[in-house]
């Protein structure tokens, strides 16, 4: 069974940092990408980041210069650094997982920004 297991969110001040995790489990096939998706109240489920095994990364335009997506291929986790943090960054935080039998997804972490 596929397991993807989110830590790290929580509250952070404007201008603070915070670093997500995720690790993968129970994948037994090639995984092309590893990334981080957002969903804030009211909106769609929008990408973050992400990245291929071969260290391809791609930000959306929100987070660029701020968030850095890293993958460990050995160990099969993903983390995102997110810094300069600001309210809008608010959301729940998504583990996803493209592989060649499908893509998995975490249960999500919620990231709060405030004063």
């Known amino acids: 069974q596929v397991r993807l297991v989110e830590s790290g969110g929580g509250s952070v001040q404007p201008g603070g940092s915070q670093k997500l995790s995720c690790a993968v489990s129970?994948?037994?096939?090639?995984?092309?990408?590893m990334g981080w998706y957002r969903q804030a109240p009211g909106k769609e489920r929008e990408l973050v980041a992400s990245?291929?095994?071969?260290?391809?990364?791609n930000y959306a335009d929100s987070v660029k210069g701020r968030f850095i997506i890293s993958r460990d291929n050995a160990k099969n986790t993903v983390a995102l650094q997110m810094n300069s943090l600001k309210p809008e960054d608010t959301a729940v935080y998504y583990c996803?997982?493209?592989?060649?039998?499908?893509?998995?997804w975490g249960q999500g972490t919620q990231v709060a920004v405030s004063s």
């Open positions: 129970g994948i037994f096939f090639s995984i092309r990408a």
């Open positions: 990245i291929t095994g071969g260290g391809y990364t």
């Open positions: 996803n997982v493209v592989g060649v039998q499908g893509t998995y």
